[in-house]
């Protein structure tokens, strides 16, 4: 059983900084992504950032040059520091990650419970 466990999020000032964090745990033979999404009430869950196990990242527009996602693979951990932060970055940040459960399984996405990040005005 794989568990995506956050935390870090609260609520800040706009301009203020966050950093999230999660751990992945349970049985598992090798991870390919590990990211963060976000949806914000009303909306559809979009991503906000991702690193393939090579390094690449991907961003979403809105936050690039303000929002880094980084990897400890080995602690199977995913940070995203949050800085210069706007209220339209509110919303509820749900970590994934895209793994194998064994050698011989296929890869498939796995999702936290979410933590909150509010951001004032």
């Known amino acids: 059983q794989v568990q995506l466990v956050e935390s870090g999020g609260g609520l800040v000032q706009a301009g203020g900084s966050l950093r999230l964090s999660c751990a992945a745990s349970?049985?598992?033979?090798?991870?390919?992504?590990m990211g963060w999404y976000r949806q914000a009430p009303g909306k559809q869950r979009d991503l906000v950032a991702t690193?393939?196990?090579?390094?690449?990242?991907n961003y979403a527009d809105s936050v690039k040059g303000r929002f880094t996602v980084s990897r400890d693979n080995a602690e199977n951990m995913v940070y995203l520091q949050m800085n210069d932060l706007k209220p339209e970055d509110t919303a509820v940040y749900y970590c994934?990650?895209?793994?194998?459960?064994?050698?011989?399984?296929?890869?498939?996405?796995?999702w936290g419970k979410g933590t909150l990040v509010t951001v004032s005005a």
């Open positions: 994934y990650t895209n793994l194998r459960a064994s050698w011989a399984a296929t890869y498939r996405d796995y």
């Open positions: 349970g049985r598992f033979f090798s991870i390919n992504a």
């Open positions: 690193m393939i196990s090579g390094g690449t990242t």
